[in-house]
Nanobody, 126 residues
Framework: QLQLVESGGGLVQPGGSLRLSCAASGFTLDYYVIGWFRQAPGKEREGVSCISSSDGSTYYVDSVKGRFTISRDNAKNTVYLQMNSLKPEDTAVYYC???????????????????WGKGTLVTVSS
């Protein structure tokens, strides 16, 4: 099976931090562009952050710039999303995805990928 599994979600107070992990099984992430997406109730799926397979280029949606950091560890076949200064507006199900033959801008803008995880819930509330 080819699978992406997210972990690290949970309940956090505004201003707090979480680190999400996305682990691949059945294939290697080395040559994929990887993205984090989120969907809140009643809203469209949104590209949050994407990272390239080679040159390290990244993309962040304006609402998370300066607060979130995407990174990858190919040796562990895992991608991370460090989320700091969390806001209630960040509450959503967060999904990771992997795509070939694309750019970080295109992947995050169009939410297209070859593989999708099932998501992990992040709730920011006091």
């Amino acid at each position: 099976q080819l699978q992406l599994v997210e972990s690290g979600g949970g309940l956090v107070q505004p201003g707090g931090s979480l680190r999400l992990s996305c682990a691949a099984s059945g294939f290697t992430l080395d040559y994929y562009v990887i993205g984090w997406f989120r969907q809140a109730p009643g809203k469209e799926r949104e590209g949050v952050s994407c990272i390239s397979s080679s040159d390290g280029s990244t993309y962040y949606v304006d609402s998370v710039k300066g607060r979130f950091t995407i990174s990858r560890d190919n040796a562990k076949n895992t991608v991370y999303l460090q989320m700091n200064s969390l806001k209630p507006e960040d509450t959503a199900v967060y999904y990771c995805a992997a795509a070939l033959a694309t750019t970080v801008q295109r992947m995050c803008a169009y939410s297209r990928a070859n593989y999708w995880g099932k998501g992990t819930l992040v709730t920011v509330s006091s």
